[in-house]
């Protein structure tokens, strides 16, 4: 066990959390809890323009529907700029980091030249050793000087070593020329002060890396290990999109997931643990270690959810099912249904959402039956039988309170008739339910009240009367 973890998590409000952040979230927060360490939340909200507070509090909810705590409060980046400007201008003082007067037209003829001279475009540190007088109206940046030799090296967890030559970074900027500080140096910073030992992030934020190593140097700070996770691909190899499932993690709730099964379901889109696809929160939190992380990108697999989310669903207690039903607008239905039909739904259904779907197909009344099914049952030996079942069913004097009962009646009726159980299903599950499929028949007569049955027969029998 690792000693003194640190972790964080830190979104971006601009969108919503999609599954690779929680993912990313996940990681973290299983490698801190693991090792008795800290696991902590970070909004950075710097980019007032772009931020929602909508996205604020949908990442909350998120956290809270998937039951991942953190550790202290909530830390808002938009309310540390006191914080960055102190460290901005220690830089400054130290002569670690230096104005730039470059207007905007300057540094845009700049780069075109250097394309023409098939360069990479980049800053040409004419500010760097400045001592004159600045030129008149312009609000100058703050650049950091990088080393201008020599190489920026670290082992990431997952890459192995990383080494990049410091020629490859100009003086790069950290704060803009209205004083609010960049992305890479508040990163850097509060990572350093929120004493963050372990950074397991997605490999979009490589490049980022050696800049805020520059950071951490330049003020004395710490250095995290790293962990860059390659993204999530869709089936055909290529970035993640809405369409694929990256959307936002409170949509998988309305489609009725699980959130047991939705982090089964990430933690192995980039680790594994042997041949095992099932793991409960305990055996994650034994299990999981970021050293054991993929280095090759995972594929999403809808189907690999979709199992995951019934294997879940059947293992789900009646209580569970009843607090998540008015999440999907369905009221609780009677303890006899429960008893009867829940075990019935949980085997034939992958969400919630099929299972609510079913369980209102079995509870309402019937209102419109399939055509097809119609005319193939539509002969008057059929509208005989119903006639019998009617009558058979009128003289039961026993409830029908068990799917055992409900096996038995179908068989008397069978024997009484002289003909097999199954040559009736097909008509009464078009008197029930109107179309084929669907629930098992014994659970459903045994759910249903006798008045309820005896008026779906009714209702079927005049539907296949009808010319």
């Known amino acids: 066990m690792e000693t003194n973890i640190v972790t964080r998590f830190a979104p971006s409000p601009t969108g919503y959390l999609h599954i690779g952040g929680l993912r990313t979230a ?3 927060y299983l490698y801190a809890r693991a090792n008795g360490g ?23 909810r998120a956290f809270d529907w998937v039951g991942l705590d953190y550790d ?26 230096y104005y730039c007067y470059m207007s905007k037209e300057e540094l845009e003829d700049l780069r075109e030249a250097q394309k023409a001279r098939g360069k990479t475009p980049r800053y040409d540190n004419r500010y760097r050793d400045f001592q004159g007088t600045p030129p008149q109206g312009i609000q100058p940046v703050v ?22 030559n410091a020629k490859e970074i100009d003086d790069f900027i950290i704060a803009r020329s209205d004083g609010s500080p960049t992305y890479n140096f508040v990163v850097a910073i509060d990572d350093a002060l929120m004493g963050v030992t372990d950074i397991i992030r997605g490999d979009d934020h490589l490049s980022n890396t050696p800049k805020q190593i520059l950071i951490y140097q330049a003020l004395n700070f710490k250095i995290p290990k790293f962990f860059h ?4 691909l869709n089936p055909q190899g290529h970035k993640l999109s809405k369409r694929d499932g990256a959307m936002n993690v409170m949509e998988y709730q309305s489609m009725g997931y699980l959130p047991e099964a939705l982090l089964n379901f990430l933690i192995r889109l980039g680790w594994s643990y042997g041949d095992q696809e099932i793991f409960s929160k305990e ?14 990108p995972s594929a999403y697999n809808q189907e690999k959810l979709l199992w995951l989310n019934s294997h879940y669903l059947k293992v789900l207690s009646v209580d569970s099912i009843n607090a998540l039903l008015p999440l999907y607008n369905e009221q609780i ?30 509870l309402l009344p019937v209102k419109t039956y399939d055509e097809k099914m119609k005319n193939k049952l539509q002969t008057l030996e059929n509208i005989h039988l119903l006639k019998e079942l009617i009558i058979y069913f009128k003289a039961i004097k026993n409830p029908i309170d068990s799917t055992k009962v409900a096996e038995t009646e179908l068989e008397s009726f069978a024997n009484f008739q002289g003909i097999k159980p199954k040559s009736f299903f097909m008509l009464l599950r078009f008197a029930l339910l109107g179309k084929s499929g669907g629930v098992s028949l014994a659970p459903l007569l045994a759910s249903l009240e006798k008045e309820e049955i005896l008026l779906r027969l009714q209702n079927a029998l005049a539907n296949l009367e009808m010319a």
Request: with cysteine; net charge negative; proline share 3%.
């Open 26 to 28: 996940l990681f973290n």
């Open 38 to 60: 800290k696991f902590l939340l970070r909004i950075e909200d710097t980019d007032k323009a772009r931020n929602s507070n909508e996205a604020k509090e949908a990442i909350l």
């Open 72 to 97: 202290g409060e909530v830390i808002y980046q938009s309310e540390r700029f006191g914080i960055y400007e102190k460290y901005i201008q220690l830089l400054l003082g130290e002569g670690k980091a």
């Open 143 to 164: 650049r950091i000087k990088a080393p201008l030799e020599g190489e920026i090296s670290f082992d990431d967890g997952v890459k192995g070593k990383i080494s990049i």
């Open 229 to 232: 996770v390659p993204m999530i």
């Open 283 to 296: 055996e994650m939190l034994r299990l999981f270690n970021p050293n054991d992380l993929n280095t090759a």
């Open 333 to 362: 239905p009677s303890q006899k249904i429960q008893d009867i039909l829940y075990v019935e739904l949980q085997e034939r259904s992958k969400t919630l959402q099929e299972f609510v779907a079913l369980l209102k197909e079995c």
